[in-house]
């Protein structure tokens, strides 16, 4: 069974720390990793997934299989990245389903 | 993204009274999926479709109904409200199983009173 573990439900860090998120899953294939945001009364968007490699809004999320980790990094957290974020794993074998963390409710302070 | 919408934003319903929330898309996605957020649950699969006329039962089906006679369309249907389906449903959907881009609808808050 697939499973997704966000430890922390609530993160709090000052303006220009460096914030990281974790996520860790369980899964006995190859996963496919994502990272979604979810701004205050707005609807869930994507903000990265594992295969791109990519960096976005600052953020990147490096894919660990040997701790089986996907956590979220940014060097330095701005006020806008108050949001809550969803670390999800999809199966490309099982009808493309989600996986959703709890979620993680991250507040920057100025 | 205006390309999947849902309908109502917010409900109040009563206790075993049947309602329907509506989700639409219209990019011809083949898979669609229903969700309910909870506090301290995240976002939890409530059914999924691959394809029209294809359903299937996700992570919390009892209760709910779908179906999915049209690709743009995924109704979903609680057929006697209880006051634990109080909660925020998220309708989503991806073109492909692999890596496609989830796009997410902006919700129904549903109250059962």
């Known amino acids: 069974a697939q499973r997704v573990t966000q430890p922390e439900k609530l993160l709090s860090v000052f303006k220009g720390a460096p914030v990281e998120l974790k996520c860790n899953y369980s899964y006995s294939g190859s996963p496919e990793l994502f990272w979604y945001v979810q701004y205050s009364r707005q609807r869930l968007q994507l903000l990265l997934r594992h295969i791109s490699r990519e960096s976005i809004k600052g953020f990147t999320a490096d894919l660990n299989k040997g701790e089986t980790s996907f956590h979220l990094k940014k060097p330095f957290a701005q006020e806008e990245d108050s949001a809550m974020y969803y670390c999800?794993?999809?199966?490309?074998?099982?009808?493309?389903?989600?996986?959703f963390g709890d979620g993680t409710t991250l507040t920057v302070k100025p | 993204d205006a390309g999947i919408t849902q309908s109502p934003r917010y409900k109040i319903t009563e206790t075993g009274r049947q309602v329907t929330l509506m989700c639409h898309q219209t990019?011809?996605?083949?898979?669609m999926f229903w969700y309910r957020q909870d506090l301290g649950h995240g976002l939890r699969l409530i059914y999924y479709s691959a394809a029209a006329d294809i359903t299937d039962k996700g992570e919390v089906p009892d209760g709910y109904v779908v179906s999915r006679s049209k690709t743009e369309n995924f109704p979903l249907t609680l057929e006697s409200a209880t006051r634990s389906q109080t909660s925020v449903y998220f309708c989503?959907?991806?073109?492909?199983?692999?890596?496609?881009?989830?796009?997410f609808g902006p919700g129904t808050r549903l109250t059962v009173l």
């Open positions: 999800a794993l999809r199966c490309p074998t099982n009808a493309g389903k989600s996986t």
């Open positions: 990019w011809s996605h083949s898979y």
């Open positions: 989503a959907t991806n073109r492909g199983a692999g890596t496609d881009t989830q796009y």
